[in-house]
């Protein structure tokens, strides 16, 4: 069984806080990207693509951040 909460008429305090946050176009960074015509193996595209739907990305994008994470370990 849930405890219930008790909620009071007890007075509030609040206060404004300044708006610290970045405009939305500024929260993700731009990267340079190049266009490429690649041949995949459908077991791979098939494997990205059920995970980026169970996790509401773009596949190419997670085919891309795999490739970075390879390319920057072996640099």
């Keep these: 069984m849930k ?6 008429d007890e007075p509030m305090e609040a206060r404004v806080i300044e708006d610290f946050l970045p405009p939305p ?4 960074r731009k ?3 190049v266009k490429v ?3 995949l193996s459908k077991q791979s595209v098939d494997f990205f693509k059920r995970h980026a739907r169970s ?3 773009p596949y190419q994008k997670m085919i891309r951040r795999v490739l970075d994470l390879y390319a920057a370990k072996h640099q």
């Design 3 to 8: 405890k219930r909460i008790a909620y009071t």
């Design 25 to 28: 176009d500024q929260l993700v």
């Design 31 to 33: 990267e340079e990207t």
């Design 37 to 39: 015509t690649l041949h």
């Design 55 to 57: 996790t509401r990305t």
